[in-house]
């Protein structure tokens, strides 16, 4: 089982190449052995495009070892006809007969379909090898398909003495003079940028709208800028507003109707209802996957509340305000269900990742 481990782990660290490319699809490493050889890999780079197991086929230059060699694949293997041919058929096709699978697929359209087409051809199928692994690598696409919502990440700076934002601030006349006050350093936002190119959709409320004229772009960081979703419940923001050009679609969320714009989507919902339970049902149905809450407080309070979020992404800064907004915070009982995924330190400032065990 540690040989079969150490390729898995491969396969893991070559489906990361795809974060952020693959969507709707999942992320997916594939590595084909010989004689304990490792002769050909791949992994999935773009929804629409073949899959890891094809490319990894594919880069085997004798195919005549095929026959011989065991496949290593993170997630089973598609069995049904989408964009690309099933992966099932071209592992069987190839006379491949040892098959070892990280996690099994929760897709409906496959979900045990591909390992039972390959027993049935013959094929030796290996399951759950390093599966958490596995499955934590496809967080994303594991909590669309079995939750029904997308991954929640609740994202926020804060200074060295818990305020998000200052009271003392300036309103200026017009929304595209507003500057934002920073918190963290460069590096950071860079790193922020990073966490939006890996993800599909970005959420703040009005009043961070109004105060600061976000993008709610990648500027800083290589990638597609994810969807932003913006609560205006009385259509307060301004046309002029940064989150309303046509850079990338945007979905805003209000209690009035308004007609959908060239890249702009209105929802409208109820708002003495569960909040966060109604957005997370919209960004569902608009087929996204993972959405960063990144403010206001009132909003990433709301899904902490409810308990509705799955991993924090916590940046600290150098700063000091002694007044100020104050950062949201978990209560001792939450605490309780909370690990510390990661802590890492960016010049001065601090990131620290939480994981909600409770949900």
Known sequence: ??????????????????????????????????????????????????????????????????????????????????????????????????????????NPQVAGRGIKKLKNAGGTVITDVLRDECNALNKRFFTFHTKKRPFIILKWAQTKDGFIAPTYKQAVEK??????????????????????????AILVGTNTVLKDNPSLTCRDWHGKSPTRIIIDKKLKIPSEASVLNDETPTIIITEETKQHGLNTQYESIKFKKNLPKQICEILYNHGLQSVIIEGGAATLNSFIETNLWDEANIFTGNAIFETGIKAPFFSEETMKHIDLLSEEKLDKDILQIFKNNSN
């Open 175 to 200: 929304i595209t003079d507003k500057q934002p006050v920073w918190i963290t350093n460069t590096y950071s936002r860079q790193r922020s940028h990073k966490l939006r190119a890996q993800e599909q």
């Open 1 to 106: 089982m540690k040989v079969h481990e150490k390729y898995m782990q491969r396969c893991i660290d070559l489906a990361k190449n795809g974060l952020g490319t693959t969507y709707p699809n999942p992320l997916v490493g594939s590595v084909l052995v010989h004689n304990d050889q490792i002769i050909g890999e791949g992994w999935h780079y773009k929804a629409g495009e073949p899959h890891a197991e094809v490319h990894a086929i594919n880069s085997v230059k004798n195919k005549a070892l095929l026959k011989d060699a065991t496949i290593y694949v993170s997630l089973e293997p598609c069995s049904h006809f989408g964009k690309t041919p099933p992966c099932s058929n071209l592992i069987i096709k190839n006379g491949i007969k040892t098959i070892v699978v990280g996690s099994i697929d929760p």
